[in-house]
């Protein structure tokens, strides 16, 4: 496992906190091709009788109460040139562990992790690509559209809070980007679908990428994947389930994609 330590904190907007990491046994992070690479977080419990460095196994052997709580985040940025590490927290209050941890974090403070891993990347050989989810998928949208040069044409609907909670996203390529605010929405949870339904396609063919809330994942795939021509290539996937944990999402995903292959 890889272990890294703070080096700066920046909160890029009111709900996410930019840490760069560097240190520790960094030198041995071997970065993935793709896009959406990211990384497994092992957050230590308060009280526990261990600290970062740590064994995994045996800080798993502490009891349930005291084990690493593990999260995922995709890598904003990696410097292989400095081998420093980007990752952006998506805030939800104080509740949770990674949050918590992000906010409070300052220069110094040690993180351990697994990874990384991932598996998508833009197809070059596509006419254009399509990017969706919020705030939990913009690391990933964020990395791709940064790859990509001037031949590129893009679209990309993400849903934020409000316009104080867009990012700056720098990018070569070609980008019809439309952000859409759920506060100010009376639906909030159907911004993406019935964004996606008033979406003229550009011509020629396509890729996507899509990501986000459940629910909504789940109903933008089979929008897609019914009433759409079909992408040539596709990483369609939930993140995260409203009015769950981590931890009880993770117990009922299998089934949840188990019964998503049947809406088409």
Known sequence: MTFAEVETVEWVTPGIIRIVFCGGNLAEFESTPFADQYINGQFVPDGA??????DLDEARASGDEFRPRSRRFTVRRWNSETKKLT?????HGDVGYAGPWAQNAKQGDKLQFKGPNGGYNPDPNVD?????????????????LEGLDSSAKCVALVVVNDQAHEVAIKTEASVQFMWLHRFSSNNPDQLLLNALKDLSFPQGTYDSFVHGEAG?????????????????????????????????????KKDWLEKQENDI
């Open 216 to 252: 909504e994942v789940r109903a933008i795939r089979k929008h897609l994947l019914n009433e759409r021509p079909e992408p040539v290539k596709s990483s369609i996937s939930p993140y995260w389930r409203r009015h769950h944990t981590d931890e009880a999402w993770r117990k009922v």
């Open 49 to 54: 009788p261990y600290s970062v460095p740590f």
């Open 128 to 144: 254009w690509h399509l990017f969706m989810g919020d705030e939990s998928a913009l690391p990933a949208i964020s990395a791709s």
């Open 87 to 91: 990752i952006d927290f998506i805030i």
